[in-house]
């Protein structure tokens, strides 16, 4: 206890009050305008995206812009690799109000100078660098990860036109951004190009703007575009030239046959085939086919696949296969080792009118055909480039027809071709010429021979005599003396000219040597009645009656 007593007069005191100072406001109000602000900020700007590129070639953190139909929507804030180094990782900043340009179907690509089929692109991006291009999707979705093409996509998605597919099985690749052409116009381009390892095709997405989609039907064929299309077949060297832009550019061109109907248009999505050429495009269009086997005695050189089979020049079928083997082949079946090639026979290639048969109906009219004797034989088409086909023909002396098959397929009977017969009539000539007695022919020959040496030597030496003779000098001086003997037969028959002296002369002696012989006719026949006149003088009688001369 404590030894001082309490002080009563102790005085009791009231706490203080903490009071804020007014000077707080201030940077209470500072912290309250930044917080919303940086709110604002947050709430305001657009999302954020990650577009992953194989190299960020012209991209630039900063500066690089974002753009949809030239109209900025961000920009790139960031650019580095991929976590494993294999690419580049870009980060754009979206514009406020962006996010529903983005979603599944959008598409990302760089703007910079472009050199291609269509000609150069992207010059513009020359002094203000490259940018990146946004093809908006068309369903909004919250997915901020994409991945950057190599090329701008060809068309607009949402312009008007139809897509189709095109497969393709050779060796001919195209490339997307390569043009589709209808005499001359570009009407659309391919989009896509994907290759199917399973059934080993390649597949192309065309686009076909309108109006030009309404060119498409059934009935449309497409085949490959080129500057130079040489084709070499039984007709000979078929070369098209086209113009510098398709050498260049390439591409793929299509129509229809003009004997076929249209048909129906076609629906997007829809497939066709992508031919090589314009001729193996018609070629294909005759869908009906009745396929033989010709078995050939004869050389098959020149005998190519495509090659025509024709009948009296008119083309009625194709050859598809030389040689023709099917999987159950027995060489022992081939009597004389035929080569057996395979034929169709089309009826829609000479007129529409012959497809109306059934293919049944077909069989059995050649069947009748080969007993009256229609046979196969190959022909040479075109000597230049040594190219065959077959032709058909009724043979009246054909051998018998005997029906049977090469596998699935019947056998056309076939006759051995004018060549291998004009061939063998050559052989047969040269057996029976080895075959005659040719010694007593070579000594008349040989006799001729020697004959005619003896005269031509003959006729060397009177020619000899000949020169000899015109170089003497008398002989020389013949052609002076011929001219003056002329000159002087010249002149005389000049004096004998009609008004000439001589010529008067001369007519007054015939005149008087016609009195003379008038004056001795009496005389005359005196004589031829009396000859004794002359002795014993002329006999008395009657006056001699007149009468006329004998």
Known sequence: MSDNPPDDTAEITTPRRWRVSPVWLIPLAAALIGGWLLYDNWASRGPVITLDMDTAEGIEAGSTQLKVRSVQVGHVTGVALTDDGQGAQVTVQMNPDTGKLLGDGATFWVVKPRVGPQGISGLNTILSGAYLQLRPAKKRSDKRHFNVQDSPPPMPSNKPGLTVKLINSGDN????????????????????????????????????SKPY?????????????????????????????????????????????????????????????????????????????????????????????????????????????????????????????????????????????????????????????????????????????????????????????????VGPYPVFPSEPSQITSIQQQLSNLMDKLNKLDIGPIVDQVK?????????????????????????????????????????????????????????????????????????????????????????????DGKDPVPRAHP
């Open 173 to 208: 690749t195209l490339s997307v951004g390569d043009p589709i052409v209808y005499q001359g116009q570009n009407v659309g381009r391919i989009e896509d190009s994907r290759f199917s390892i399973a059934r080993r095709q390649t597949r192309y997405t065309v686009f076909i």
């Open 447 to 539: 006799h001729a021979a020697r004959t005619t040496n003896e005269t031509l030597e003959q006729l060397r030496q009177a020619t000899h005599r000949i020169n000899a003779l015109l170089a003497e000098p008398g002989t020389q001086k013949l052609p002076g003396q011929l001219s003056d003997t002329l000159q002087q037969l010249q002149h005389t028959l000049d004096n004998f000219q009609q008004g000439a002296p001589a010529y008067q002369q001369l007519n007054q002696t015939i005149d008087r040597l016609n009195q003379v012989l008038d004056n001795a006719a009496p005389l005359t026949r005196t004589l031829r009645d009396h000859p004794n006149s002359l002795i014993f003088g002329r006999p």
């Open 213 to 405: 989609s309404q060119l498409i039907t059934h009935a449309t064929q497409f085949w490959l575009r080129s500057g130079v299309d040489l084709h070499l077949g039984s007709d000979g060297v078929d070369v098209r030239l086209g113009s510098l832009q398709s050498v260049l550019a390439g591409g793929v061109t299509f129509g229809q046959p003009a004997d076929v109907e249209s048909g129906q248009p076609a629906s997007n999505d829809e497939r066709f085939k992508l031919y090589a050429t314009h001729n193996a495009a018609t070629q294909d269009r005759y869908k009906r086919q009745l396929r033989y086997v010709v078995l050939l005695d004869d050389s098959v050189r020149g005998l190519n696949a495509g090659a025509a089979v024709e009948y009296r020049g008119l083309r009625v079928g194709t050859v598809e296969k030389v040689p023709f083997y099917p999987p159950d082949f027995k060489p022992s079946s081939f009597s004389g080792f035929k080569i057996p090639v395979l034929i169709a026979i089309e009826p829609q290639r000479p007129s529409l009118a012959w497809a109306r048969m059934t293919n049944k109906q077909w069989h059995e009219r050649n069947r009748q055909f080969f007993k009256h004797g229609l046979r196969a034989t190959v022909k040479s088409s075109n000597l230049l480039t040594g190219a065959m086909f077959v032709d058909l023909t009724f043979d009246q002396h054909a051998r018998n027809y005997d029906a049977k098959k």
